[in-house]
């Protein structure tokens, strides 16, 4: 099925808007590291850059068997995609955005169908937020894999007071400040850990307080308006490493270049790894070198993307090759207007020539946005891509007549002249 899941309207993902971010007052005020956020008022984002931040914590290993792994990871974010516009109502006309489940407005479903999307919104707003705004880039973001109560994700960043971090999402309805039930649990995934997972002791949480702007009793009689709310309890914990922020720089670009099928760098950042993990150094097991861009390798450079004057080197997958249909098949398809999808995945040439170098703490504090200051994240969403901090980049499409270009490429791999 090339057609997805029956997506109604696709241009409300790509709308990018103004959500409003409030910070509470008191002892759980953002301070620390955290301070800045407090002087942000909002942020400007789409939800399409929302479902793209929240596959971030997606991790698919190729040799686990979801081969090819970026259909996979499309076909994940289309999934997504489907339960916000059944589950949810995005109303973007005004300048207040409005986000709210179907059962807050007329219990079209149950609360329960809207929690697991509301979550993963959560995510993808939370890590935006950080991302774009506090510069923390995806490379020194870990998502927990511990079973006992802990943060979301885990930052191995050194912070300014030498600290450890911690990131914490959720999705609530509407409230002046988080209930005593809210702050016990957010204090019990801060406390010492029994079983030695690493607890971060500052955490910042970003609350994604959704509502559709109507007045109820519940609410105190206020308004319940769409928003990000930041709370950062702050505790004392162990300093981190430099070398904590390289190993999760190394972890985080091994599972993109493994997502993507950039085989060649991903055997690099394994050695390193196993290396890491056995030696405690992060040498790798074949020496540095200066790569060379101007070939194409499967495997190594296999499809390569400009995005704002940016070459990112990647993987294309399309829906219509795919399915493995015949050429005949293929042309009667797009003769009724039938292109599939096309994805595209990939990492800026700069990240990759790191990892070639081995060049680690420049990894752990590369910034894409600081080697284009120029481009706004609003830009790559006009050209329907999402370029995150660390260099990633990743672009969903349903195909129709005016995605010249990407035709022209599914149509040469069928042999189609």
Same mark, same amino acid.
Request: hydrophobic residues 40%; glycine residues 8%.
């Given at each position: ?247 999760? +720089? &190394? ?9 993507? $099928?950039?085989?060649?760098? !991903? *055997?690099? /950042? %394994? ?105 706004? +994240? &609003? ?9 995150? $901090?660390?260099?990633?980049? !990743? *672009?969903? /499409? %349903? ?19």
């Amino acid at each position: 099925m090339t057609r997805g899941l029956g997506i109604q309207d696709r241009t409300v993902f790509r709308r990018p808007f103004d959500i409003p971010v409030r910070c509470i007052n008191g002892s759980l005020r953002p301070a620390g590291a955290f301070a800045n956020a407090t002087s942000i008022h909002n942020v400007r984002v789409s939800l399409e850059t929302v479902v793209q931040y929240a596959s971030r914590y997606l991790f698919v290993n190729p040799g686990g068997g979801a081969s090819p792994s970026t259909r996979f990871a499309r076909d994940w974010k289309e999934i997504l995609r489907w339960e916000i516009e059944k589950f949810w109502i995005v109303d973007l006309s005004t300048t207040a955005p409005k986000i709210g489940t179907r059962f807050e407005s007329a219990k079209a479903y149950s609360a329960e169908h809207g929690k697991r999307s509301g979550e993963y919104m959560a995510y993808g707003f939370a890590l935006a937020f950080i991302d774009r705004l506090l510069r923390i880039h995806p490379q020194r973001v870990l998502f927990f894999a511990a079973s006992e109560a802990r943060a979301d994700f885990h930052l191995p960043i050194i912070l300014p007071d030498g600290k450890r971090a911690g990131l914490e999402a959720r999705s609530r309805g509407y409230f002046r400040e988080p209930g005593a039930d809210d702050v016990a649990a957010i204090w019990g995934k801060k406390s010492p850990s029994k079983v030695g997972v690493i607890r971060p002791g500052r955490g910042l949480v970003v609350y994604l307080l959704h509502g559709l702007g109507t007045t109820k009793s519940r609410d105190y009689g206020t308004q319940n308006q769409t928003q990000l709310f930041l709370v950062d309890p702050i505790d004392d914990s162990g300093a981190a490493s430099e070398m904590d922020a390289e190993v999760a +720089a &190394v972890r985080n670009y091994l599972q993109l270049t493994q997502r993507i $099928g950039l085989h060649h760098y !991903s *055997e690099i /950042l %394994e050695g390193a790894l196993t290396n890491w993990e056995f030696r405690g150094d992060l040498r790798a097991n074949r020496s540095p070198y200066e790569p060379d861009f101007t070939m194409r390798m499967p495997g190594v450079h296999p499809d390569s993307r400009e995005y704002g004057g940016v070459r990112f080197i990647g993987r294309v997958f399309s829906s219509l090759l795919a399915e493995g249909i015949t050429k005949e098949r293929a042309i009667a398809r797009m003769a009724s207007g039938d292109y599939g999808f096309y994805s595209f995945e990939g990492l800026a040439v700069s990240v990759l020539r790191l990892i070639a170098l081995q060049r680690w703490a420049e990894l752990a504090s590369y910034s894409h946005y600081h080697d284009h200051p120029a481009e706004t +994240a &609003v830009q790559f969403e006009e050209l329907q891509a999402v370029v995150f $901090g660390d260099g990633f980049c !990743s *672009e969903d /499409l %349903e195909l129709d007549e005016t995605h010249e270009k990407e035709i022209e490429e599914v149509k040469r791999s069928f042999g189609i002249t």
